[in-house]
């Protein structure tokens, strides 16, 4: 039983680390590729190519790891243009990853009110509730992200920690991880927990048919 639980710890400590890489993962959120051309695209306004730039030296500071850097290009270009989801979203990121999820969530509030259907600011929101463990609405968040964007990849893998690391539902969380294998391509260490998940689903199923 010792060893057991030494085991799942170890466990839930990879899948921790993993979860915070894949909520960073693909960097940082990109400016629509629309902006460039707004107009055409019949938005009520246009961003400029100074504003771009200081949007792309936002991207790249957070890229770096320089936080506060990026935090005040973001702020700066908000306080010009806060129609852009992306830009909320970047602060969100941010914010989580000094361990205030308050700001963080406000940052996504205000994603979504823009977009409500933003899978990436979705999926954020997940992993800002799942830290302040509101399980459930994380996993409602992750839903909604995959009913918006049906192949967004994150959403899958989230959902696949959350239903393997607290929820329990093995089946549920067997099926996240592989529909996330196959959007995202083949990841060693997922693939581990599935070959994993495989053989406690069928265990269960065999205790099954046996009470049967």
Not at 47 to 69: D, K, N
Not at 136 to 157: C, H, K, N, S, W
Request: glycine residues 6%; negative net charge; charged residues 20%.
């Amino acid at each position: 039983m010792l060893l057991r639980q030494c085991i799942e710890s170890c466990r839930a400590l990879c899948l921790g680390l993993l979860l915070a890489l894949a909520g960073c993962a693909g960097g940082p959120e990109s400016l629509p590729a629309e902006a460039a051309n707004a107009e055409a695209a019949g938005d009520a306004f246009v961003v400029p190519p100074e504003a771009l730039t200081l949007y792309e030296r936002a991207v790249a500071s957070m890229a770096a790891g320089e936080s506060m850097e990026a935090e005040l290009r973001l702020q700066e270009f908000l306080l010009q243009y806060p129609q852009f989801p992306g830009a909320h979203t970047n602060l969100a990121i941010i914010f989580a990853e000094r361990g205030d999820f308050d700001a963080a969530q406000a940052s996504l509030d205000e994603a979504l009110a823009l977009d409500p259907e933003n899978a990436a600011a979705l999926n954020r929101l997940g992993i800002v509730l799942r830290n302040t463990g509101r399980f459930r609405e994380a996993e409602e968040a992750y839903l909604r992200a995959i009913t918006a964007e049906p192949d967004y990849a994150l959403a899958y893998y989230n959902l696949g920690v959350l239903n393997d690391l607290y929820f329990q539902h093995f089946a549920e969380a067997l099926q996240y991880y592989e529909r996330y294998q196959e959007l995202a391509g083949e990841d060693a260490q997922v693939g581990k927990w599935i070959a994993d998940l495989e053989r406690r689903v069928a265990a269960a199923q065999r205790a099954a048919n046996v009470t049967e």
